[in-house]
């Protein structure tokens, strides 16, 4: 079905109790399960494109692949809001997230980076200044977990030091 809302072409897909909405805005396919998020994205567009986080995360998403963009402050809100109890909570201010989905018959596999000023004190700050290492954790973690965290760092002295400024806070 297709809807026109507020001059902008939305096409909605039901499977039994699944709803999703679609919409191509400069060349790329937007998808939600709301039309109200869908509405709101479309809204933002304009200011998203001028945020300088947003082109850093759009430049690095792989042109061959199925990325998705989060803005993380959103991402930070509906977090704290929907994981009342998160034990390790990612702390968010502004910038944004680029991830590029590899799917196999086998795995989903998500690469990405995370970008925001180096000023903010958020859970990215916690490694300014540390190399990250590989990270192989996934080849061992079972297939019946419904995820993980796992953060790599070379120097425990850097990582515990700015572990101590952020908790000043």
Same mark, same amino acid.
């Given at each position: 079905?297709?809807?026109?809302?507020?001059?902008?072409?939305? /096409?909605?897909?039901?499977?039994?109790?699944?709803?999703?909405?679609?919409?191509?805005?400069?060349? *790329?396919?937007?998808?939600? =399960?709301?039309?109200?998020?869908?509405?709101?994205?479309?809204?933002? !567009?304009?200011?998203?494109?001028?945020?300088?986080?947003? $082109?850093?995360?759009?430049?690095?998403?792989? /042109?061959?692949?199925?990325?998705?963009?989060i803005n993380q402050k959103q991402l930070d809100q509906t977090l704290k809001s929907?994981?009342? @109890? =998160?034990?390790? +909570? #990612?702390?968010? @201010? @502004?910038?944004?997230?680029?991830?590029?989905?590899? #799917? &196999?018959? !086998? &795995?989903? $596999?998500?690469?990405?980076?995370?970008?925001?000023?180096? =000023?903010?004190? *958020?859970?990215? &700050? #916690?490694?300014?200044?540390?190399? +990250? $290492?590989p990270n192989r954790i996934a080849e061992i973690t079972p297939t019946?977990?419904?995820?993980?965290?796992?953060?790599?760092?070379? =120097?425990?002295? /850097?990582?515990?030091? @700015?572990? /101590?400024?952020? &908790?000043?806070?």
């Open positions: 079905e297709t809807l026109t809302i507020e001059n902008e072409s939305i /096409k909605k897909y039901s499977l039994d109790d699944l709803i999703a909405f679609t919409t191509i805005w400069n060349g *790329n396919l937007i998808a939600s =399960n709301s039309q109200e998020l869908l509405l709101e994205s479309l809204k933002q !567009k304009d200011e998203d494109l001028q945020d300088d986080y947003f $082109q850093k995360a759009l430049a690095a998403a792989d /042109k061959n692949k199925t990325s998705i963009l929907t994981f009342k @109890n =998160n034990a390790i +909570p #990612l702390n968010f @201010n @502004n910038g944004w997230m680029s991830l590029d989905f590899d #799917l &196999s018959d !086998k &795995s989903i $596999q998500l690469d990405g980076i995370s970008i925001s000023s180096k =000023n903010e004190k *958020n859970s990215l &700050s #916690l490694f300014t200044d540390i190399l +990250p $290492q019946t977990a419904s995820g993980f965290y796992s953060f790599t760092y070379k =120097n425990f002295e /850097k990582l515990w030091a @700015n572990l /101590k400024d952020q &908790s000043k806070d």
